[in-house]
């Protein structure tokens, strides 16, 4: 795959894009990445992405994937003599999707609404949350990985998240490491691996970005 | 070869497509009806996250989540293939089944909305959504899967008979020939096939559901 062109349109504080960038780190493949403007949407993104207009978007060889767990499944298929992200069992491969899946419709959404909304709203948005997170340590169970001894699909699908915990916790006024410390514990796991540490943004970096979010859309 | 159940539920959409996939792919089940007003022991034992079906018990292993049994059907039952080998045409056939997943929101606006302005806001942003659907997704194919169906087309299946059922309860059409036609013809060729045909609930039975209360699994 020598002559491979990768080029990954991102924005740097997405997890979904860090979901990415740790799916190409892991493989070892070469790419140009590629900062986007979402207040300015470039001609190159809306040319790749013309149905969502999002980040991220990965460009292979002039052709695009979207979607960021769809991505993830690409790379994994593309370039599959390395680092397999799912299990080889059919069943297994069931439940890493099922589970990735999870933290679309679980962590994305409560994540948002904590540091969005207000009251009631923000707390039941919190409850939900840290349900959540302990449903995924209920999975996790003793492994040191969702992927067992390797990081694998869900690992990838979750770990970027981790980036905006500190904005969660300083905006909706909780830890979540009094709560889920076993999860916490297994992020700070997965940060000692290079590919991970190199993949995922600084949670102060990110913090600072959803100050300015908020300030943006009025929320105070 | 363990034995396969289905937990279902005889309206919801998410049930057909699975038997369906399950036809399609020639694989003998035994299908199990829940009353989701009274769910059974061996649902929420089999979907403790959720505790909705369908349910796919395979041996004694469940999956939940419809597009993950459908995946697993796919991978498990590989004769007569479902998607595309391709890597980047299977990135696209997912790309399009996410696509509808995300519209469902619009469909439960449309399902829930009293009155005609909501109804009328509901349908209009339908309409755009299957548009795109329409002209990026579908082109000019027969099907999503070209001469035949792939899983891209059971995933949009419940437009040509759930979603005609809740037209007509609401008394506002949106998946027409004047609006989108080669949906609605997609839609009409999806449901002539004996597969689809032979295994979703009668069209008045949907009618009189969708008229009683909002979809639900």
Known sequence: MASDQVTLLDLWASPFGMRVRLALAEKGVKYEYSEQDLMNKGALLLQMNPVHKKIPVLVHNGKPVCESLIIVQYIDEVWKDKAPFLPSDPYQRAQSRFWADFVDKKIYDFGRKIWMEKGEDQEAAKKGFIDSLKLLEGELGDKPYFGGETIGYVDIALVPFYTWFYAYETIGNFSIEAECPKLIGYCKRCLKKETVSKSLEDPKKVYDFVVMLRKKYGIE | ?217
């Open chain 2, 1 to 217: 070869m363990a034995e396969v159940k289905l937990y279902g539920f005889w309206p919801s959409l998410f049930s057909h497509r699975i038997i369906w996939a399950l036809k399609l792919k020639g694989v003998e089940y035994e299908y199990i009806e829940e009353d989701l007003s009274n769910k059974s022991e061996s649902l929420l034992k089999y979907n403790p996250v959720y505790k909705k079906i369908p349910v796919l018990v395979h041996g004694d292993k469940p999956i939940a989540e419809s597009l993950v049994i459908l995946e697993y059907i796919e991978e498990t039952w590989p004769d007569n293939p479902l998607l595309p080998k391709d890597p980047y045409e299977r990135a696209m056939a997912r790309f399009w089944i996410q696509y509808g997943a995300n519209t469902g929101a619009a469909f439960s606006a449309f399902n829930r909305g009293s009155g005609e302005d909501q109804l009328e806001k509901a349908a209009k942003e339908l309409l755009e959504s299957l548009k795109i659907l329409e002209e990026q997704g579908l082109g000019d194919k027969k099907f999503f899967g070209g001469e035949s169906i792939n899983l891209v087309d059971i995933s949009y299946g419940a437009l040509g008979y759930w979603f005609p059922a809740l037209e007509e309860a609401k008394g506002v059409k949106v998946l027409e020939p004047r609006t989108l036609p080669r949906l609605h013809a997609w839609a009409k060729n999806f449901v002539e096939l004996p597969v689809v045909k032979e295994n979703i609930p009668a069209y008045d039975n949907m009618v009189a559901y969708a008229m009683k209360r909002p979809a639900r699994n």
